[in-house]
């Protein structure tokens, strides 16, 4: 029997996860990807222990590991008075709590190890998805240079603005938040002194996140998110005014402003999502990632509970025995163990409470995750 072959549209994290698990797993997969290339992106990425368990299940932890900060402990601090709020401890305790640590790295760190896992001729750059049809032997892919491929089944990997989702759900609307995120990477030394290697300011409709993100402490990545409604560009290389993000945080205390006020320059996006989904198959096509639950950044497991959709995904095709008959029950069973868990998380995002206390965590059922485990009936 031939290797099943499976079709993925998104080469973002998701995407790349789910072909390095199926590999692994004995499937073959190919990547279709409407960028050019990889560019690395300034931005960083937090990925907690659920998330750390599956990149030893793939043979990567460890190399990123080396090339990622690992911090002691996370510190809450009210906007203006700098008072500690809460503190949770990370570093040793979080591992030996979960038996994975907390990693705070470079996105293209995550990216270029994942993408180091998948052949190189198994990712197709510059393939654009404009529409998909299900045939005798599978499902017909379309793309806008006139080429056409066909694939066992297809995974929808593609991101908020979702080819694949918009053709299965049809249109629906972007949820809107009026938030607009502003973030930068910079070196350390701008900041001209030490400041706390994880923080989260606090305030009443905004707030600042920041931490390091290489073992050296020599890189500083913040986001801070504060209205702006009239701003709707969801680009992640849009830039920013930093004057205009000063102003929104007027009054805050002089440790959080100097965050902003140390970076060279910022890029801003709006902040959106989409409703949960009642469900993420049809036929031989699913969806994962953020085509399936886009979700706000405030509880870090945007790209964490895609990596755990991807590694599901792939053991219930495995479990199917690779039989091209099976792709819609492993599908269907793989929406099935992990919408209402991503749902959970969608809607926890939302509320933007996560971690404010020690009452307002389950890090339990969050972090002691584990997708390469998780029982598939």
Known sequence: MSKLNIAIVGAGIA????AASLRKLGMDAVIYEQAPGFARVGAAIQLTPNAVRVLRGLGIEDYL????????????????????TFLHPMGQQTEG????????MHRAELRGALASLVPEHAIQFGRTLVGFDPVADGVRLDFADGS???ADGLVGADGIHSVVRASMVGAEPLRVTGQVAYRAVYRSARLGRDIDDRVKWWGPDRHIVSYKIDPRRDELYFIASTPEPEFRTESWSAPGELDVLLAAYEGFHPDARLILESAPSVHKW??????PLDGWTTGRTILIGDAAHPMLPYMAQGAGASMEDAVVLARCLQGGGGDRDSINTAF????????????EIQLG???NLWMRTATDTDTDRIYGYDAWTVPLQ
């Open 15 to 18: 995407g790349l996860t789910l």
């Open 65 to 84: 590991r080396a090339r990622s900060f690992l911090p002691d402990v996370g510190y809450n601090r009210d906007w203006d008075t700098g008072a500690v």
């Open 97 to 104: 709590r979960y038996g994975a640590p907390d990693l705070s």
């Open 148 to 150: 056409h491929a066909v």
């Open 270 to 275: 709006a902040m959106i999502e989409r409703e």
């Open 332 to 343: 269907q069973a793989c929406d099935r163990i992990r919408r209402p868990r991503t749902t």
């Open 349 to 351: 995002a939302r509320r």
